[in-house]
């Protein structure tokens, strides 16, 4: 077998919060990959690093009174603490704040400049005249412009989910200082996204870095749409200082946007990696490159992995990835992780309450199939599956066995080779290592241990049907005994292969119960040697009981006692208190007469097309077709909940005669109607959809 060279990344995590559940459906997802990769013997690396630029760093340290650099050094360890205890592997975990990092970003920007790709044009921005530095839109805060709903950020409203320009709020404040911010104009440095060799480069890089997700490909066209169309607009890649970053060369004052330099801290790691194994660099990211290359990342940041960072790194002369694949969110118990209810669960707290951090592989693991769907962590769904499949059918196995070969054969194997009788008693359970290869290959851990856990039920059916206990009573059936026992330590050690890169340590421990050297995919082909010598069987894994799982959400409701209110955190209480008065504003008796209903002209819409828009983090663009009134375009807050591609065809209903209403990045002609739960969670918002029959343009009534 040819070996391949692979290098795999996973997105890099912000240096200024914990890892959390829904951090490690990535990491989980990416290190059993790269763990099968290196069972099947290619040469393959795992690097990632702490993304560890940009304003809320800087100003988190402030606060703390330490230097940025002593704020990432610690995140740093507490990342590096938190992945290691979930077991994620890798070969290098770096800091984007290095000189590797650095030195490529350098590089690469040096040569898009001399390629003609980099302008320099003055924008006007807000400007905070206290702290002495331009605002982020999420660091201004002032009254929103369409339902006057005090302390909304600058990009869009959390009371009404309006969208607009910061320039737009009322009463415009700085989050950082308080002060009343100004527009001022300064020079920033775009990466020319729109020049046609830009264009022409991604309309067939896109098709091919995606391939495996077709999901994905259809979203990046949504992106580039059809040739000459030109939706791609210039990446600004500079931010003014005081910001914690690189500087950019030749331009004091200026520095590289922190989504600059995050992706090359890929090459970075890795440059750090090649310095310490004496690795050559080239062979992973030089242009002729034979090796592969893959980033697992979440959904939403495909457009920066999938659009930007080939564009940088073909215009700059390095290798492009070979592809990218995309994951969906974690959500708990069917809604978006909840402090309130204590679903928001930091890796720190699973840990520290005593659970085994392979119980949360194999779940994730049961549930990722290679495709862009949420993850769904069902608590009750949890224990019961841990406790079925692992405990239940795999542990047992080993549990039903060992205790006869230790107490009536000394602990050896049967004295003969058996190949042929054990395929013949259990078939499919020795030859099934290439059918779970594939499954690893395209990242559908779901049909490989669905595979693997249908082998489980096989050999306990074969266990019950031949009831080794019986055997045991008489001296007659000993042979039979130890040909039984010994095809289930066989069978045992073969689901302990096909299971290793998803339970590395259970893996482990029972490599020395068997008492065998660390399995390789190869070593799937054949048993055990006869008169082979296992260890005294030691239980491997315990259940989850019921009440670990009521501790582990105590707990992270806990940590929200009320402590000492920082300053900064005073303006998103009051913002709280606003949304609660709301709440209760809205629970009032407040009666409407069927005059005032009446004048709400609702209507069946189809969804004809669905589609992102470009620097709004919550708005969907739909066109929605009204059959004899038209077609209508509207701006909806529903890009958390859905992707576009699942809403075109759907029939949905609309406000039809709602004063259009103009915002930065177009007219909005109406309103589509959607339902959500009380504590306006992502996952608790739904589109309103009619019954079968309903047409285009029908009105409600």
């Not at 242009?287 to 980033?295: F, R």
């Amino acid at each position: 077998m040819t070996v391949r060279k692979i290098l795999v990344t996973s997105a890099l995590p912000y240096a200024n919060g914990a890892i959390h559940l829904g951090h490690l459906v990535e990491y989980i997802q990416t290190d059993i990959w790269a763990r099968f990769q290196k069972m099947r013997g290619n040469e393959c690396w795992y690097v990632c690093a702490d993304d560890t630029h940009g304003t809320p760093i800087m100003l988190r340290a402030e606060k703390e009174g330490i230097s940025p650099e002593q704020l990432i050094r610690r995140v740093h360890d507490e990342h590096s603490r938190d992945f290691a205890g979930f077991h994620v592997a890798f070969d290098n975990y770096h800091s984007t704040h290095s000189d590797e990092t650095r030195f490529y970003a350098e590089d690469i920007y040096k040569k898009l400049k001399a390629a003609g790709l980099i302008e320099v044009r003055a924008i006007e921005q807000f400007y905070d005249p206290v702290k002495k530095m331009f605002l982020p839109d999420r660091y201004i805060k002032g009254e929103c412009p369409k339902c006057g709903a005090a302390d909304q950020y600058g990009d869009s409203c959390e009371a009404c989910g309006a969208a607009y320009a910061p320039t737009e709020l009322k009463n415009p404040l700085s989050a950082v200082s308080g002060a009343k911010p100004e527009l001022k104009s300064s020079d920033h440095y775009f990466f020319k996204l729109s020049d046609p060799s830009c264009q022409a480069f991604l309309r067939r890089a896109t098709r091919e870095v995606c391939k495996a997700q077709p999901e994905a490909v259809n979203k990046l066209q949504e992106w580039l749409g059809e040739p000459g169309d030109n939706k791609l607009t210039d990446w600004d890649i500079s931010r003014d200082a005081p910001y914690f970053g690189f500087e950019i060369p030749d331009a004091p004052g200026k520095y590289f946007y922190v989504w600059l330099d995050a992706p090359i801290g890929y090459m970075g790691s890795f440059q750090n990696l090649c310095k310490r194994k004496n690795l050559n660099f080239d062979d992973y990211w030089a242009k002729d490159s034979k090796a592969e290359l893959y980033h697992f990342v979440g959904k939403d940041i495909l457009y920066f992995h999938a659009l930007f960072w080939p564009a940088e790194l073909e215009q700059a002369g390095y290798r492009t990835p070979t592809s990218v694949f995309a994951h969906g969110f974690l959500t708990v118990d069917g809604a978006k992780m909840s402090k309130s209810r204590g679903t928001f669960i930091t890796a720190e707290s699973y840990l520290d309450q005593g659970l085994n951090p392979e119980w949360l592989r194999y779940y994730f693991a049961a549930k990722l199939n290679g495709t862009m769907e949420d993850l769904d962590l069902n608590l009750d769904d949890f224990v019961s599956r841990v406790n079925s499949d692992l405990v239940g059918k795999y542990i047992n196995i080993a549990s039903r066995a060992a205790g006869f070969i230790a107490k009536r054969f000394e602990g050896k194997l049967l004295h003969a080779h058996f190949t042929d009788e054990f395929s013949a008693d259990l078939p499919g359970v020795l030859e099934a290592a290439e059918e779970i290869a594939g499954y690893y290959e395209a990242r559908d851990f779901a049909r490989a241990l669905r595979r693997v856990m249908a082998l489980a039920d096989q050999i306990n059916q074969f266990v019950d049907k031949n009831q080794p206990w019986q055997l045991a009573k008489s001296g007659e059936h000993a042979d039979r005994l130890h040909y039984v026992c010994t095809a289930l330590i066989n069978a045992f050690r073969l689901l302990t292969l096909y299971l290793k890169p998803v339970l590395p340590k259970l893996a482990q421990r029972a490599e020395e119960f068997l008492n065998i050297a660390p399995l390789h995919w190869a070593d799937a082909g054949h048993l055990l040697p006869p008169a082979h010598v296992i260890n005294p069987y030691e239980h491997l894994m315990t259940r989850i009981e019921g009440k670990q799982i009521d501790a582990l959400l105590a707990a992270n409701r806990e940590s929200l006692a009320p402590a000492a209110v920082p300053a900064d955190t005073q303006s998103l209480q009051r913002h709280a208190q606003h949304q609660q008065q709301a709440e209760e504003k809205m629970q009032q008796a407040n009666h409407i007469s069927i005059d005032d209903f009446a004048k709400v002209d609702l209507r069946i819409a189809l969804i004809a097309n669905a589609e992102h828009v470009e620097g709004a983090e919550k708005l969907l663009k739909l066109s929605l077709d009204l059959g004899p009134l038209g077609t209508r375009q509207v701006f909806a807050g529903i890009k958390s909940a859905y992707d576009p591609a699942t809403l075109v065809g759907r029939f949905t209903v609309m406000v039809a005669n709602l004063a259009p209403r103009k915002m930065k990045f177009g007219m909005s002609e109406g309103m589509v109607l959607a339902a959500s739960d009380p504590e306006k969670k992502t996952a608790g918002l739904y589109l309103l959809s009619p019954d079968a029959g309903a047409t285009p343009g029908m009105q409600v009534k």
